[in-house]
């Protein structure tokens, strides 16, 4: 049986999707639950009540008697994840989230785009930081390897000079 979602037919608008872009088993079989979501993204119930409580995430409809999130809910949830590991904190980032709802004020949308513009110059310092350091460290690591090399040449270290551990 051919299964009509997959199949290329370019006069009706169906183009031939590859494989990993096809309809496959996943985040929209069970429902997002705060439970699923929760084991879904590693993070615990705890932090996604307390993203509903910043008003970056909602659980908005229901399946049968439980409220569940959305996709959307999922990206917000995401972008959190990400913002949390370069060091920025939920309460940075949730203005900027909350000014993307529908119905947001024209101040808290002005408000969000002039934060969305300090964490990224703040980011962009870091990452000039960040390269600094990995220059740095590299020129050490080739200082260092040269003087192991000369080192093993003259006897002193016993090893292949070759090898780097």
């Not at 615990?44 to 439980?66: F, H, I, K, N």
Request: glycine share 6%; proline share 5%; net charge positive.
């Amino acid at each position: 049986m051919i299964d009509s979602e997959n199949v290329a037919d370019p006069e009706n608008g169906h183009e031939a999707l590859p494989d990993d872009q096809r309809k496959q088993p996943g985040l929209t079989d069970a429902p997002l639950s705060i439970s699923n979501v929760s084991s879904l993204f590693n993070v615990s119930r705890l932090t996604l009540l307390s993203y509903e409580y910043l008003g970056v995430m909602r659980r908005r409809r229901r399946v049968g008697r439980r409220q569940v999130y959305s996709g959307v809910d999922c990206d917000r949830l995401s972008f959190m994840i990400k913002a949390g590991r370069l060091g920025l904190t939920a309460r940075q980032v949730a203005p900027i989230i909350r000014a993307t709802e529908p119905g947001a004020t024209v101040a808290s949308i002005k408000e969000a785009r002039a934060r969305c513009l300090e964490l990224t110059d703040q980011l962009d310092n870091r990452r000039r930081d960040l390269r600094d350091s990995l220059a740095e460290l590299r020129r050490l690591h080739a200082l260092l390897s040269t003087m192991l090399a000369k080192l093993q040449d003259c006897g002193v270290v016993p090893g292949d000079r070759h090898r780097d551990p």
